[in-house]
Nanobody, 126 residues
Framework: QLQIEESGGGLEQPGGSLRLSCAVSAITWHTKTIGWFRQAPGKEREGVPCISTRDGTTYYADSVKDRFTISIDSAKSTVYLQMNSLNPEDTAIYFC???????????????????WGKGTLVTVSS
């Protein structure tokens, strides 16, 4: 069964940066699209960036565009989320998820996936 493990969360000051990692047990035809989602207290889960493992197509939510970057290291079966210019509104639990059917934009917009990680907490506070 596909294993997903997030790491890299923590406490960061406003304006700072963090890099999250999502280790997937294997990138195969099952792992068509990988995405990062976040859920803040009292808010709905939001698809932040999603990326196709086939051609690298990405989709970013407006709330993180130009600040966050998603990337894949296929050799390590790892997806990274580089988060810059963090602000308190970025505070949330960040989940990595994998889907075998959806394209990147659809995955993030529909907010669905086949498999989910357990999440890693990101807190932005001074």
């Amino acid at each position: 069964q596909l294993q997903i493990e997030e790491s890299g969360g923590g406490l960061e000051q406003p304006g700072g940066s963090l890099r999250l990692s999502c280790a997937v047990s294997a990138i195969t035809w099952h792992t068509k699209t990988i995405g990062w989602f976040r859920q803040a207290p009292g808010k709905e889960r939001e698809g932040v960036p999603c990326i196709s493992t086939r051609d690298g197509t990405t989709y970013y939510a407006d709330s993180v565009k130009d600040r966050f970057t998603i990337s894949i290291d296929s050799a390590k079966s790892t997806v990274y989320l580089q988060m810059n210019s963090l602000n308190p509104e970025d505070t949330a639990i960040y989940f990595c998820a994998v889907d075998s059917m959806l394209e990147a934009k659809a995955m993030c917009r529909i907010n669905e996936a086949n498999r989910w990680g357990k999440g890693t907490l990101v807190t932005v506070s001074s």
